[in-house]
């Protein structure tokens, strides 16, 4: 089955300790978004790759960023973790061409990150 | 800009009784409108959406919800709601001439026996 794949489910990193949360995806989608969501809060969109075209957020820290070698993968690398970091990080991709009506964003099952 | 309101951060309910979850948006221009649920350490799941058309949109698991453009509302009702619609749904929005997502803070349905 066509799917969005976030690896690891659980990730745990010290204070200040880089880390790297992986998104796949096989529904060959040409937009890939990271959403932020902390424990009963809406999700919070950090950025998003529109093909090769990268899009922060204005209120993104320095400390988040993303990378996106190919359609199928997309990174959020967290440069130094800091205890407010930790969240469920969902990643997303749809298939969006513009000028045409908005299309349904998949979501992955989320990386849960925990910063000690 | 624009903004979602969900009117009840908590919502519990008995098996088999009807369930309607608020939504209010805010926005200058026209939008799109989404429900999704969340079942515990998921990912997001779309419900149903408003593009255009018929005010009255039906989802799956027997969801459905009214735009009302006057009262710029999105409720999310069910007739009669299963142990299983335990989960938190969240009311979004999108600018139609954007594509992003703007949540809601969610709200949190228990269904009790």
């Known amino acids: 089955d066509a799917m969005v794949i976030q690896n690891p489910r659980y990730q745990v990193t010290q204070f200040g300790k880089p880390v790297t949360l992986s998104c796949s995806q096989t529904?060959?989608?040409?937009?890939m978004y990271w959403y932020q969501q902390k424990s009963s809060q809406a999700p919070k969109l950090l950025f998003h790759?529109?093909?090769?075209?990268?899009?922060n957020e204005a209120d993104t820290p320095d400390n988040f960023q993303s990378r996106r070698p190919n359609t199928s993968f997309c990174f959020l690398d967290i440069r130094s973790p800091g205890l407010g970091d930790a969240a469920m990080y969902l990643c997303?991709?749809?298939?969006?061409?513009?000028?045409?009506?908005?299309?349904?964003?998949?979501f992955g099952p989320g990386t849960r990150l925990t910063v000690l | 800009a624009q903004s979602v309101t969900q009117l009840d951060s908590q919502v519990p309910v008995f098996e088999e009784a009807p369930v309607e979850l608020r939504c209010n948006y805010s926005?200058?221009?026209?939008?799109?409108l989404f429900w999704h649920v969340q079942y515990p350490n998921q990912g997001l799941q779309l419900l149903l959406k408003?593009?255009?058309?018929?005010?009255l949109v039906k989802g799956i698991n027997g969801f459905e919800a009214e735009f009302n453009k006057s009262q710029t509302s999105f409720h999310l009702r069910k007739p009669s709601v299963h142990i299983s619609d335990t989960a938190e749904y969240f009311c979004?929005?999108?600018?139609?001439?954007?594509?992003?997502?703007?949540f809601g803070a969610g709200t949190t349905v228990t269904v009790r026996a």
């Open positions: 408003y593009l255009s058309g018929s005010t």
């Open positions: 926005s200058s221009v026209s939008v799109y």
């Open positions: 997303a991709t749809s298939r969006d061409i513009r000028g045409l009506p908005y299309n349904e964003q998949f």
């Open positions: 529904l060959n989608h040409n937009v």
């Open positions: 979004a929005v999108s600018d139609r001439a954007d594509y992003k997502l703007s």
């Open positions: 790759y529109y093909d090769k075209d990268f899009n």
